[in-house]
């Protein structure tokens, strides 16, 4: 579906303003795309990844100077730079690094060991869990509850098997159920799926 000129009239000197340092063609506001996508965090820039590689003209839309949302570091604190949300690494699927090529494009990423500081208020006192090795987990974990640093490794164990469990569901297509399927034969459908 084309988009209405009009839009893109409203969006022009906006757009203009932030495409300053673009060659004149990449700045250059086209007048029909086949998809705008609002939003240049990296959900956004993902979508625009697949629509383009699948032949659509495509223009993203961002309020901020910088693209990437969640996935951008940037200088919070004068002097210290963030991953505002690099926690989030995790949930990254193998699958859009592939089919997107990414690493060719220069995408590079370190694992955190540890992976999360939790600072507590009003106390000299933080938490600093995960560790590769999990001693070092359950001594950090031993300052508030030596039962719970003896069971983590349980608990990070059954976490893992969940995981395993329903990894293979994030990527798959939904389901269509026929509106002819009994309950059961949906169930049965889903269990294939899904199994711990």
Do not use: W
């Amino acid at each position: 579906m084309k988009t209405n000129t009009k839009i893109l009239k409203l969006c022009s000197n906006k757009i203009r303003n932030s495409t300053r340092n673009l060659t004149p063609e990449a700045s250059e506001l086209k007048t029909q795309y086949d998809a705008i996508v609002v939003g240049g965090g990296h959900n956004g820039l993902t979508a625009a990844a697949y629509l383009a590689k699948a032949g659509k003209k495509v223009c993203v839309l961002e309020r901020r100077h910088v693209l990437g949302g969640a996935a951008v570091t940037e200088e919070i604190v004068p002097g210290f730079k963030f991953s505002r949300a690099s926690y989030l690494l995790s949930l990254f699927r193998p699958q859009v690094m592939e089919d997107l090529k990414l690493k060719e494009h220069g995408l590079r990423y370190h694992i955190r060991d540890p992976s999360s500081f939790t600072p507590l208020r009003n106390s000299n006192k933080s938490l600093l869990i995960g560790h590769l090795d999990m001693k070092k987990n359950q001594e950090e974990i031993a300052q508030f509850s030596k039962k719970d640093a003896e069971e983590y490794p349980k608990y990070e164990h059954r976490m893992e098997e969940i995981v395993k469990s329903i990894e293979g569901l994030i990527d798959q297509e939904p389901f269509y159920l026929e509106s002819d399927a009994s309950k059961m034969e949906a169930l049965k459908k889903l269990y294939s799926y899904y199994k711990i």
